[in-house]
């Protein structure tokens, strides 16, 4: 039993490149959430999504892209990276809204 | 709007002493409120949830609606306690979490 699992652990970008950042959980949870955490603001939610073919926007949303194709898959994608998008990114998953998230290990994403 | 207070970036305390990691809301609706720790390069773990009213690893945390508060307590604090803390606040069913700026406990010998 894996948990969650986030590729890739680091990641350094060119300003204006896109990318991928890979979220699976083996828990047969149905909901996944995205968020960036920075010095200072603490964690942020960007998009969060309530089961497969369903997903909806967070705080800060601009700037990513979401999908949810299968329960255990929950990709984020980085449209055109800037420096402002330099953070720590964590998903997470949940199996009931009163039962707290499961974090992922995080990818920690640095955009030059 | 939806707001989690912590109003301390950085809590230092001796070994053995009592901790109280303070946590304040604001949120119209039925709150649920978590703390999160999260231990030098780990993951975030979830440590209570005010629903369970339980004690982690010597924990608790009361939610008081009058005062709008869910503080995180300890009577005697241990070195492995030193950690970020973050207290969150569920809504929209608890889909989605607003987390407050944290607190870093430092446990001092």
């Known amino acids: 039993n894996a948990g969650v699992t986030q590729t890739p652990k680091f990641q350094v970008l060119k300003t204006g490149q896109s990318m991928t950042l890979q979220c699976a959980q083996d828990?047969?949870?149905?909901?996944m959430s995205w968020y960036r955490q920075d010095p200072g603001m603490g964690l942020r939610l960007i998009h969060y999504?309530?089961?497969?073919?369903?997903?909806d926007q967070g705080e800060v949303p601009n700037g990513y892209n979401v999908s949810r194709s299968t329960t255990e898959d929950f990709p984020l994608r980085l449209l055109s990276a800037a420096p402002s998008q330099t953070s720590v990114y964590f998903c997470?998953?949940?199996?009931?809204?009163?039962?707290?998230?499961?974090f992922g290990s995080g990818t920690r994403l640095t955009v030059v | 709007a939806q707001r989690v207070t912590q109003p301390e970036k950085l809590l230092s305390v001796f070994k053995g002493a009592p901790v109280e990691l303070k946590c304040n809301y604001s949120?119209?609706?039925?709150?649920?409120l978590f703390w999160y720790v999260q231990y030098s390069r780990q993951r975030l773990q979830l440590l209570l949830r005010?629903?369970s009213r339980e004690s982690i690893k010597g924990f608790t945390a009361d939610l008081n609606k009058g005062e709008t508060s869910f503080h995180l307590k300890k009577p005697f604090a241990q070195e492995e306690d030193s950690a970020m803390y973050y207290c969150?606040?569920?809504?929209?069913?608890?889909?989605?979490?607003?987390f407050g700026t944290g607190t870093q406990l430092k446990v001092e010998l």
């Open positions: 005010h629903i």
């Open positions: 997470a998953s949940s199996i009931g809204t009163a039962y707290g998230y499961t």
């Open positions: 999504s309530v089961g497969a073919g369903i997903t």
């Open positions: 828990m047969n949870h149905e909901y």
């Open positions: 949120y119209s609706g039925s709150p649920e």
């Open positions: 969150a606040l569920g809504r929209g069913g608890g889909n989605k979490l607003t």
